[in-house]
């Protein structure tokens, strides 16, 4: 039973400004919850329909089942009482009960019997039924209803128990194992190993995302999908800079002549156009590997936090091996992008058909374009070329046929010999990058978290495991503490049930 004050609305001296709030959220807090019975005191003096307690509690019992009526003061405005408790128009649901206060120095007992003797004699308040009249009925019926009460209640009590039982009963499984020797400590270590990569070979190869279902940046294949096709968007895009047409090839061409037929394409002049274009591009694969090994060093540190956290008196170690295995394989990861690239300088080389199908196409316009160049009456100022749309020729007057032919068959040569260097640069580093993040996840991980644990600079990592840090022992003792106590309850309640 909590006897909760009384509403003040103006505040008198020493008291807060705010003393209806605070009273009002007091009030509230306590007859809210279905479990309570809200005994509603109101003075016979006053309309039931005006009373602000009425108001508070029919907003937490609208139908009143729960609220019961008390009416104080009933020898002070016995006019009316009789209609105010039968009426109910203010709809409480578990009735009235009138009663006289103590006057004066009364004891208990002659204040009931001045009660008795009160609504037996008088002429109003005799006429309302000796049910709902006196101290006494009062109490009767809160056992009554308190009764009920319980009994309705018991059921849900008991289910929130077993909820919160069980409950407790998971976190405190969830907590890792005291720890005894180093051989314990050890395998308490492979098992968060071991967890880790299941996770990032689910996430990065296997593309199994139900372990993060809601967290998009962790759904690792279909990010790395994203990311290459970028990549791959990005190499194979136009270059912003467009030069004149044929030049870099003629300019090329002039420096790489020498005494021979007019029709041969000097392999060096070829080389040293596709070594250009090598170049144009080369730090845009450097680029891509950083930002794909960027991502993977956020998903590792994320699974690796996730199953080490119980463990915080080693979750550094573990984080910094991997973060040193990460620069690790990034440096390695650089260099060898940087030698596919560079493979590319070494020789013009394919086996792809797909080469001689493109430059055959092209090279069928070479005599209508040195046509359009030279010969054309009508001196047009460009001329449309597969592959490059229309392209302005006037500059290229001034060259000979023979140059011009070299320069555009070497143009077409490259035009189809690049597509096919781009789309190798990337199948590459697919490949590679599954490679290695296969790689990363079932050896290199494991290797780099062990040698970091057993490493004595490291402070002894193992060892460090056998002692529990404060925040899992807290938590350990107060699931205990807590589980103990909802057994008890268990047993309060059941012991009710059986009375």
């Given at each position: ?46 309309d ?44 409480i ?81 969830k ?26 070979l ?19 294949t ?11 968007d990005?190499?194979q ?20 002549k020498?005494?021979g ?13 596709l ?36 463990f ?60 359009a ?101 807290s ?13 008890e ?11």
């Amino acid at each position: 039973m909590v006897d909760l004050p009384g509403i003040t609305r103006v505040p008198v001296k020493g008291q807060p400004e705010n003393i209806y709030e605070q009273i009002s959220g007091m009030i509230m807090k306590y007859i809210k919850p279905q479990e309570s019975i809200i005994l509603n005191v109101l003075s016979a003096t006053v309309d039931f329909t005006t009373c602000e307690s009425i108001r508070m509690s029919r907003q937490v019992d609208k139908t009143g089942e729960r609220t019961l009526a008390v009416v104080t003061k009933a020898d002070m405005a016995p006019e009316g009482l009789l209609q105010k408790v039968t009426a109910d128009d203010v709809s409480i649901g578990l009735g009235y009960v009138c009663v006289r206060n103590r006057v004066g120095e009364e004891t208990y007992e002659e204040a009931r019997e001045q009660e008795e003797l009160l609504f037996k004699t008088h002429p109003t308040l005799s006429m309302i039924d000796e049910n709902i009249v006196g101290v006494p009925v009062l109490a009767q019926k809160l056992i009554q209803i308190q009764t009920t009460m319980i009994a309705r209640c018991l059921p849900e009590i008991v289910r929130k128990i077993n909820h919160k039982m069980e409950t407790a009963d998971v976190e405190l499984k969830k907590l890792p194992m005291v720890m005894a020797s180093t051989g314990e400590a050890l395998m308490t270590l492979m098992d968060i190993i071991g967890s880790a990569k299941e996770s990032l070979l689910r996430v990065l190869i296997q593309g199994d995302f139900s372990e993060f279902p809601d967290n998009h940046s962790m759904h690792g294949t279909a990010r790395l999908a994203d990311m290459l096709s970028k990549f791959s968007d990005d190499l194979q895009a136009k270059p912003k800079k467009v030069r004149e047409f044929l030049m870099d090839e003629i300019k090329v061409l002039e420096e790489c002549k020498c005494v021979g037929l007019p029709n041969f394409i000097p392999r060096s002049a070829f080389m040293a156009i596709l070594s250009q274009h090598v170049d144009d591009i080369h730090d845009k694969p450097v680029e891509f590997i950083k930002n794909i090994w960027d991502y993977i060093e956020v998903v590792l540190s994320s699974v690796i936090t996730k199953y080490s956290e119980n463990f915080p008196q080693i979750q550094s170690s573990i984080k910094r091996a991997g973060r040193n295995l990460m620069s690790k394989i990034k440096e390695q990861s650089v260099d060898r992008v940087i030698q596919i690239v560079e493979m590319e300088k070494l020789t013009d080389y394919t086996c792809s058909p797909e080469y001689m199908t493109s430059w055959t196409e092209k090279i069928d316009a070479q005599k209508s374009f040195i046509d359009a160049v030279l010969n054309d009456k009508t001196k047009p100022e460009s001329f449309s070329v597969s592959g490059f749309g229309n392209v302005k020729i006037s500059h290229l007057r001034e060259y000979h046929a023979h140059l011009l032919q070299q320069a555009f068959d070497m143009k077409m040569r490259i035009a189809s010999y690049w597509k096919i260097v781009l789309r190798r640069v990337v199948d590459n580093l697919a490949l590679y990058l599954q490679l290695s993040v296969k790689y990363l996840v079932n050896t290199q991980l494991q290797k780099e978290i062990v040698a970091e644990m057993v490493d004595p600079k490291g402070g002894g990592g193992v060892e460090r495991m056998l002692e529990e840090s404060p925040s899992v022992a807290s938590k350990r003792e107060k699931l205990k503490k807590s589980i103990k106590v909802l057994k008890e309850s268990k047993d309060a309640v059941a012991a009710i049930v059986d009375q």
